[in-house]
């Protein structure tokens, strides 16, 4: 979702809707490359000799144990590059927006100059690796360069690193050029304090502005299987011209063998290129028109297949031969005039029919890539990986790389299942269920670096009804939330793992903006793990919660439950409720209850309340907590009866900091503890409880 915290206009990914002028913190960078943007504090690597370093298995970078059951079941073994071998540096730790650490999973990489390298230790069998990375942009925009992968010291494949998805400037929504002028320079900016087309003289503005958006990632299969304790060596060429190479992480896996299928219309009969040289869009439809005709599926074979257009879906199976094997690749297509929707492009993607014209059902997608050619944010464009309507559909095991958001639906619709896939690299959301989805989950997704929310449901229009979004794991997202819930009916969040999101958002909100329906019935949040979680909001220059809650358009009064989450290193607070103070006097949260939670580490308060309204504790057991364990604002008056939010203590609320316990008997119901800004206390690493 577009982010928005005052005033403003701007538009959504496909639909316009009320917007901030956003502010950020300054970044004075007067060229784009490592240097400037490391951030954190950069060491000496792991040592690159000696005796054999064991792999270090992470999840979210953190020690499985601690999120045992919780996020993804995902076919592949994460290793921080910071705990690898290596003879190059380690940047980070590091949680300042702008910055390389702050977009790297856990908030620390390694920087690789010609020459350096890293190098992991398989933890078990694999023939396939996803490197994580970052290079420098070039001053016009978009560069390559070299990296070497070989496993213990044998067959060496070479990866070309690119910029060109990675590097977006400016306000939004953002462009792919370091040295343009604001896009809005009538949008107040916080590195001046002003509106600088109203300022006089005009302020000078560094370039380039904002940059954000580091990361990209690329799969290789090794070409064999190897075994554990094998050594895959990342290096960068000694004759690289790149001067500095970040590398985040690896994941390694053992990719099954093709799926075949021969009882089905394969897209080669019906003249599709798996070579990618010629457009394979219209063989595609043939298969699928056969494949409708005689009742069978459509079986895409392994291969790398140009499609520059929609795939129209509609009561049809289409398998492909795996993600790592069967690859839709496509370019970004300029119209010649705007659709009717307002898209100004066209690209890759499988599209349900409009909900308009009865949306499409009994649609089934499995086992392939979906390679898309974004580079920009144009929210008026439908260049997402699968879009449309679809209901009693499914989608599952799909790698989805480069769209703008990797699956939007636009309802009325229901009984969609989404499960096993892995969204990468979006210039927006991840999944996105927009107006009147119902009776659909989300499961075991894989969602790393989004350009927007992680996963939402925006019940605008029409509310989201009986969704869940369930054990799945959403990492890194550069602006927004790992999971936004804008309004709706008796929806579900559970066993999700979310971590490291970077501004404007943070791990789970509750949120009543972007013209969303209100709260109604229930509203579960159950048995989630945030890391790293709770963001600098630089327009209110405030830390925000691990989970927030926003009153922003009308009150959040639904019966909220929020149970069995564990809340760990908390930039800021773990629980925040808040109204933005032009409407701190007409909208209230109430009715959210609060059971069997575990805080660790907070660098401030582990309630934090910026709103009217009550709340219900029990069993909340917190530790290593930074500042006074409740922050009660409530709506600013500060009257002798004291603050407009209430603190009900059910017991067994446990444990707390330097201040004491972090529901004392002095704070309740509506102490008024408020200190606006207060000092921010680093947690230590979390661990077992």
């Given at each position: 979702?577009?982010?928005?915290?005052?005033?403003?206009?701007?538009?959504?990914?496909?639909?316009?809707?009320r917007r901030?002028?956003?502010?950020?913190?300054?970044?004075?960078?007067?060229?784009?490359?490592?240097?400037?943007?490391?951030?954190?504090?950069?060491?000496?690597?792991?040592?690159?000799?000696?005796?054999?370093?064991?792999?270090?298995?992470?999840?979210?970078?953190?020690?499985?144990?601690?999120?045992?059951?919780?996020?993804?079941?995902?076919?592949?073994?994460?290793?921080?590059?910071?705990?690898?071998?290596?003879?190059?540096?380690?940047?980070?730790?590091?949680?300042?927006?702008?910055?390389?650490?702050?977009?790297?999973?856990?908030?620390?990489?390694?920087?690789?100059?010609?020459?350096?390298?890293?190098?992991?230790?398989?933890?078990?069998?694999?023939?396939?690796?996803?490197?994580?990375?970052?290079?420098?942009?070039?001053?016009?925009?978009?560069?390559?360069?070299?990296?070497?992968?070989?496993?213990?010291?044998?067959?060496?494949?070479?990866?070309t690193?690119?910029?060109?998805?990675?590097?977006?400037?400016?306000?939004?929504?953002?462009?792919?050029?370091?040295?343009?002028?604001?896009?809005?320079?009538?949008?107040?900016?916080?590195?001046c304090?002003?509106?600088?087309?109203?300022?006089?003289?005009?302020?000078?503005?560094?370039?380039?502005?904002?940059p954000?958006?580091?990361?990209?990632?690329?799969?290789?299969?090794?070409?064999r299987?190897?075994?554990?304790?094998?050594?895959?060596?990342?290096?960068?060429?000694?004759?690289?011209?790149?001067?500095?190479?970040?590398?985040?992480?690896l994941?390694?896996?053992?990719?099954?063998?093709?799926?075949?299928?021969?009882?089905?219309?394969?897209?080669?009969?019906?003249?599709a290129?798996p070579?990618?040289?010629?457009?394979?869009?219209?063989?595609?439809?043939?298969?699928?028109?056969?494949?409708?005709?005689?009742?069978?599926k459509?079986?895409?074979?392994?291969?790398?297949?140009?499609?520059?257009?929609h795939?129209?879906v509609?009561d049809?199976?289409?398998?492909?031969?795996?993600?790592?094997?069967?690859?839709?690749?496509?370019?970004?297509?300029?119209?010649?005039?705007?659709?009717?929707?307002?898209?100004?492009?066209?690209?890759v993607?499988?599209?349900?029919?409009?909900?308009?014209?009865?949306?499409?059902?009994?649609?089934?997608?499995?086992?392939?890539?979906?390679?898309?050619?974004?580079?920009?944010?144009?929210?008026?464009?439908?260049?997402?990986?699968?879009?449309?309507?679809?209901?009693?559909?499914?989608?599952?095991?799909?790698?989805?790389?480069?769209?703008?958001?990797?699956?939007?639906?636009?309802?009325p619709?229901?009984?969609?299942?989404?499960?096993?896939?892995?969204?990468?690299?979006?210039?927006?959301?991840?999944?996105n269920?927009?107006?009147?989805?119902?009776?659909?989950?989300?499961s075991?997704?894989?969602?790393?670096?989004?350009?927007?929310?992680?996963l939402?449901?925006?019940?605008?229009?029409?509310?989201?009804?009986?969704?869940?979004?369930?054990?799945?794991?959403?990492?890194?997202?550069?602006?927004?939330?790992?999971?936004?819930?804008y309004?709706?009916?008796?929806?579900?969040?559970?066993?999700?793992?979310?971590?490291?999101?970077?501004?404007?958002?943070?791990?789970?909100q509750?949120?009543?903006?972007?013209?969303?329906?209100?709260?109604?019935?229930?509203?579960?949040?159950?048995?989630?793990?945030?890391?790293?979680?709770?963001?600098?909001?630089?327009?209110?220059?405030?830390?925000?919660?691990?989970?927030?809650?926003?009153?922003?358009?009308?009150?959040?009064?639904?019966?909220?439950?929020?149970?069995?989450?564990?809340?760990?290193?908390?930039t800021?607070n773990?629980?925040?409720?808040?109204?933005?103070?032009?409407?701190?006097?007409?909208?209230?949260?109430?009715?959210?209850?609060?059971?069997d939670?575990?805080?660790?580490g907070?660098?401030?308060?582990?309630?934090?309340?910026?709103?009217?309204?009550?709340?219900?504790?029990?069993?909340?057991?917190?530790?290593?907590?930074?500042?006074?364990?409740?922050?009660?604002?409530?709506?600013f008056?500060?009257?002798?009866?004291?603050?407009?939010?209430?603190?009900?203590?059910?017991?067994?609320?446990?444990?707390?900091?330097?201040?004491?316990?972090?529901?004392?008997s002095?704070?309740?119901?509506?102490?008024?503890?408020?200190?606006?800004?207060p000092?921010?206390?680093?947690?230590?690493?979390?661990?077992?409880?």
């Amino acid at each position: 979702m577009s982010r928005s915290i005052t005033g403003g206009v701007a538009v959504r990914s496909g639909r316009p809707r009320r917007r901030a002028a956003v502010a950020f913190a300054s970044v004075t960078a007067a060229a784009v490359g490592l240097s400037l943007l490391a951030g954190g504090t950069a060491r000496a690597g792991a040592p690159a000799s000696g005796a054999a370093q064991a792999p270090v298995v992470t999840r979210a970078a953190l020690d499985p144990a601690l999120v045992a059951g919780r996020g993804a079941n995902v076919g592949f073994a994460e290793q921080e590059a910071e705990n690898a071998a290596t003879n190059g540096t380690v940047i980070g730790p590091g949680r300042d927006a702008y910055t390389l650490p702050a977009e790297a999973s856990g908030r620390q990489a390694v920087s690789l100059a010609p020459g350096q390298y890293v190098e992991f230790t398989l933890p078990s069998a694999a023939n396939a690796v996803t490197v994580r990375y970052s290079v420098p942009d070039a001053p016009g925009g978009g560069r390559t360069a070299p990296l070497d992968v070989t496993v213990d010291g044998g067959h060496r494949q070479r990866m070309t690193l690119t910029s060109q998805y990675a590097w977006l400037y400016n306000q939004y929504p953002f462009s792919n050029d370091p040295g343009g002028d604001l896009l809005h320079p009538d949008w107040w900016i916080t590195e001046c304090s002003c509106v600088p087309s109203a300022t006089t003289p005009a302020p000078v503005i560094s370039k380039p502005f904002r940059p954000n958006h580091f990361y990209d990632e690329q799969r290789l299969l090794l070409g064999r299987t190897y075994r554990a304790g094998d050594k895959v060596r990342l290096a960068v060429p000694a004759g690289s011209t790149v001067a500095a190479t970040t590398v985040d992480l690896l994941d390694s896996q053992l990719v099954a063998a093709p799926h075949v299928d021969v009882v089905a219309a394969n897209v080669l009969a019906f003249g599709a290129d798996p070579t990618g040289r010629r457009d394979s869009a219209p063989a595609i439809d043939r298969a699928i028109a056969f494949a409708k005709r005689t009742h069978l599926k459509v079986y895409i074979p392994p291969g790398t297949y140009q499609v520059n257009r929609h795939i129209i879906v509609d009561d049809v199976t289409i398998e492909g031969a795996g993600s790592w094997y069967t690859i839709i690749k496509g370019h970004q297509v300029d119209l010649a005039t705007p659709a009717p929707d307002g898209s100004v492009h066209t690209g890759v993607g499988f599209y349900g029919k409009d909900a308009a014209v009865g949306g499409s059902s009994n649609v089934h997608l499995s086992g392939f890539a979906i390679e898309g050619d974004v580079r920009e944010r144009i929210d008026t464009d439908q260049v997402n990986g699968i879009g449309g309507a679809l209901s009693d559909s499914s989608i599952e095991g799909l790698y989805i790389h480069h769209t703008k958001v990797g699956m939007w639906f636009d309802g009325p619709m229901s009984h969609l299942t989404i499960s096993g896939n892995t969204i990468a690299d979006q210039i927006a959301d991840g999944i996105n269920f927009h107006t009147g989805v119902s009776d659909s989950t989300v499961s075991d997704n894989f969602v790393r670096n989004t350009g927007d929310d992680g996963l939402a449901m925006w019940s605008e229009k029409t509310e989201d009804t009986r969704d869940t979004f369930t054990h799945n794991t959403v990492q890194t997202p550069v602006l927004a939330n790992g999971i936004a819930i804008y309004g709706g009916t008796d929806n579900t969040v559970s066993g999700n793992l979310v971590a490291d999101p970077l501004r404007e958002g943070s791990a789970i909100q509750v949120g009543s903006r972007f013209g969303a329906e209100p709260f109604t019935g229930h509203l579960w949040i159950t048995d989630n793990t945030t890391v790293r979680a709770g963001t600098y909001e630089l327009n209110w220059k405030i830390g925000l919660g691990a989970i927030w809650f926003y009153a922003l358009e009308k009150n959040i009064d639904a019966d909220v439950e929020v149970t069995g989450d564990h809340f760990l290193d908390n930039t800021y607070n773990a629980i925040m409720l808040v109204s933005d103070f032009p409407v701190k006097d007409l909208y209230s949260i109430t009715n959210v209850h609060f059971k069997d939670i575990r805080v660790d580490g907070t660098g401030t308060s582990v309630l934090s309340a910026r709103s009217a309204g009550s709340a219900s504790f029990e069993n909340v057991d917190a530790r290593n907590v930074g500042a006074v364990g409740v922050n009660n604002c409530g709506s600013f008056h500060f009257t002798p009866a004291g603050s407009e939010f209430s603190v009900t203590d059910l017991g067994g609320n446990d444990g707390g900091g330097t201040t004491g316990p972090w529901l004392a008997s002095w704070e309740e119901p509506n102490t008024i503890t408020c200190d606006d800004r207060p000092p921010v206390v680093t947690p230590p690493a979390p661990s077992q409880w």
